[in-house]
C-alpha cells in the first residue's frame, strides 16, 4: 500500500506524516512538539540524526540531516573546499559546517506555500535523499580530511558510478 492511501484528509500536519513514515520505516524517533521531530537512522557508515520542522509562518518542512565531526583546525580549508565540490553536485539540499556544534549539516526546505500539501511521497522522498546524500559524501569527506587527498580526488569515489556484477 502507498504511503499516500493513508492519508486522505487534506489537512493533515506534515510532522504527522513523518512521524507515520517513522513508524513505517521502524526509525527512532522524538516528536519534539507539535511542529517538530527528530529521529535516528542508521546508514552505512553511521547513524544520521534528523530533525524536520513545520513553519506555518513562511509554510516551509525544514529538514536537517547532522552527523559529528571533528576536523583538525588546520584542515578547515580542505573540509570548506570539498563542501563547495559537494553542493555543486547536490541539485537539492546542500551541505554546510556548524563549528560551534561540530556537525555536518545537509539541510533542505520544502515551501508548501499557497495553502500546498506535501504528500507522503515526497516526504518519504525527502528523507531518503537527505540520508543518501550523507551515505554518498560521507566518505569523500572522509578521505579529504584524515586521508590525506585532494578534495577532487576524494569527490571520485562520491561520483564514481558501479558497472557490472559482483
Same mark, same amino acid.
Given at each position: 500500500m502507498a504511503l499516500s492511501e493513508q492519508f486522505l484528509?487534506?489537512?493533515?500536519?506534515p510532522i504527522d506524516i513523518v512521524e507515520h513514515?517513522?513508524?513505517h520505516h521502524e526509525w527512532e524517533f522524538d516528536r519534539i512538539g507539535d511542529d517538530q521531530?527528530?529521529?535516528?537512522? &542508521?546508514?552505512? !557508515?553511521?547513524t544520521y540524526s534528523l530533525t524536520l520542522a513545520w513553519s506555518g509562518y513562511d509554510e516551509t518542512?525544514?529538514?536537517v540531516c547532522t552527523f559529528d565531526m571533528e576536523p583538525p583546525a588546520e584542515k578547515l580549508p580542505v573540509l570548506f573546499e570539498i563542501l563547495n565540490e559537494i553542493n &555543486?553536485?547536490? !541539485?537539492?539540499g546542500s551541505f554546510t559546517w556548524w563549528a560551534e556544534q561540530?556537525?555536518?549539516v545537509y539541510r533542505y526546505g520544502l515551501v508548501l506555500a499557497g495553502g500546498q500539501v506535501a504528500s507522503p511521497e515526497q516526504i518519504d522522498t525527502m528523507l531518503h535523499a537527505a540520508v543518501s546524500s550523507a551515505e554518498r559524501y560521507y566518505p569523500a569527506l572522509q578521505l579529504a580530511?584524515?586521508?590525506?587527498q585532494s578534495p577532487r580526488d576524494a569527490m571520485q569515489v562520491a561520483i564514481a558510478e558501479a558497472y557490472g556484477r559482483a
Amino acid at each position: 500500500m502507498a504511503l499516500s492511501e493513508q492519508f486522505l484528509q487534506d489537512d493533515i500536519h506534515p510532522i504527522d506524516i513523518v512521524e507515520h513514515i517513522a513508524e513505517h520505516h521502524e526509525w527512532e524517533f522524538d516528536r519534539i512538539g507539535d511542529d517538530q521531530i527528530a529521529m535516528a537512522v &542508521d546508514g552505512q !557508515w553511521r547513524t544520521y540524526s534528523l530533525t524536520l520542522a513545520w513553519s506555518g509562518y513562511d509554510e516551509t518542512l525544514r529538514l536537517v540531516c547532522t552527523f559529528d565531526m571533528e576536523p583538525p583546525a588546520e584542515k578547515l580549508p580542505v573540509l570548506f573546499e570539498i563542501l563547495n565540490e559537494i553542493n &555543486d553536485e547536490c !541539485w537539492a539540499g546542500s551541505f554546510t559546517w556548524w563549528a560551534e556544534q561540530k556537525l555536518m549539516v545537509y539541510r533542505y526546505g520544502l515551501v508548501l506555500a499557497g495553502g500546498q500539501v506535501a504528500s507522503p511521497e515526497q516526504i518519504d522522498t525527502m528523507l531518503h535523499a537527505a540520508v543518501s546524500s550523507a551515505e554518498r559524501y560521507y566518505p569523500a569527506l572522509q578521505l579529504a580530511i584524515w586521508g590525506d587527498q585532494s578534495p577532487r580526488d576524494a569527490m571520485q569515489v562520491a561520483i564514481a558510478e558501479a558497472y557490472g556484477r559482483a
